[in-house]
């Protein structure tokens, strides 16, 4: 796992849908930012990774599509 990744952002960046659905059923905040970059989150990292299946799952489940970082982006 890449510093500052949580279990689901790590889920989200391998594509590991699966894992999505679980750490999401199990109570990970779809909205979690990375530890040390709060503002960068799932669906930015999925989305960044190519994994549409992942960011569409994420969107399903209520990820803000127009959640900016801290960079403006």
Same mark, same amino acid.
């Given at each position: 796992?890449?510093? %500052?990744?949580?279990? !689901?952002?790590? =889920?989200?960046?391998?594509?590991?849908?699966?894992?999505?659905?679980? +750490? +999401?059923?199990? @109570? /990970?905040? #779809? /909205?979690? %930012?990375k530890t040390n970059a709060p503002s960068i989150s799932a669906l930015?990292i999925a989305s960044q990774e190519g994994h549409a299946s992942t =960011?569409? !799952? !994420? !969107?399903?489940? @209520? /990820?803000? #599509?127009?959640? /900016?970082?801290?960079? @403006?982006?």
């Amino acid at each position: 796992m890449r510093e %500052g990744d949580t279990p !689901l952002i790590h =889920a989200a960046r391998h594509g590991r849908d699966e894992e999505v659905r679980r +750490l +999401l059923a199990t @109570g /990970a905040d #779809v /909205a979690e %930012g990375k530890t040390n970059a709060p503002s960068i989150s799932a669906l930015y990292i999925a989305s960044q990774e190519g994994h549409a299946s992942t =960011a569409t !799952l !994420l !969107l399903g489940r @209520g /990820a803000a #599509v127009n959640q /900016a970082t801290t960079n @403006g982006f």
